[in-house]
């Protein structure tokens, strides 16, 4: 592995879903995003990889049938090792579910939840070094921790990963905003860069999803794609409106795998 490979560990690296109908999902993501598909590690079962250009972007699995797991896209922070990553989430009161494992010869992985329940993933590479496009439509751009408050959980992602915290005071909702009271946005630091955040909503959490990762896509044009996601066979959560990051909309996939669509500013 070069440098130029290399993130500082804790880097948002990968996304991935784990899903029943994986055929369905595929065309799903294929019409909205020009996703094409190549095979991926099989530890977990059937496992496919999302590419633009040729280029890895996401994951998509198969859940087994008599699995009834959430549907929900997961994202993978980097570390330099799987092992011990995984012995401190434990450490820091979050959980292990699964591995730390090998996935064939792409690296070692680890599904890990923080105290408040989201659920995320380890990845010390090997041959797959994570998302290799950014910056074009389909691809992962952004992550946030969707949870009551930011102190709930805050204190964990700083001691596992090392994050410096910047608490963002002047993110406030707007007029014609669809949240519905204050909330407190810190975001999370690796060498002074911004790598993803954490979103304190209030009573506005979903009690359906509880805390969980918010993985939003860079899209071309959101309105455009919101409405193609309807066409498609899944949701519109939250229409269109410009918010802190862009202009975004909140949708779901035809299993209900809430994700969202962004076109950032200029």
Known sequence: MTEATRRTPGTPCWVSLMVHGLDEIQMFYGELF?????????????????????????????????????????????TDDADA?????????????VGPLDAADAGRMAIVTDPA?????LWQPASHHGISLHGTHGTPVW?????????????????VFGYETRTDTSVEPKEGSPLEEEYDHVTLLLDGRAVAALHGVGRTLSR????????????EDTDRSASQVIELGGHVITPPWDGPHGRTATVSDPEGAVFTLVRLRP
Do not use: N
């Open 117 to 121: 329940g989201a659920v995320f993933g």
């Open 85 to 97: 990553t995984a012995e401190l989430v434990r450490c820091s009161g979050g959980t292990v579910g």
């Open 34 to 78: 020009g996703w094409e598909f190549a095979p991926g590690p099989g530890q977990l079962g059937p496992y496919v990889r999302g590419l633009l250009d040729g280029k890895e972007v996401a994951g998509i699995g198969r859940l087994p049938a008599d699995r009834q797991l959430p549907i929900a896209w997961t994202p993978y922070l980097w």
């Open 143 to 159: 992550h946030e921790l969707l949870t009551s408050t930011t102190t709930s959980v805050s204190k964990f992602y700083e001691t």
């Open 208 to 219: 359906r999803r509880g805390t969980a990762w918010m993985t939003y896509f860079q899209v």
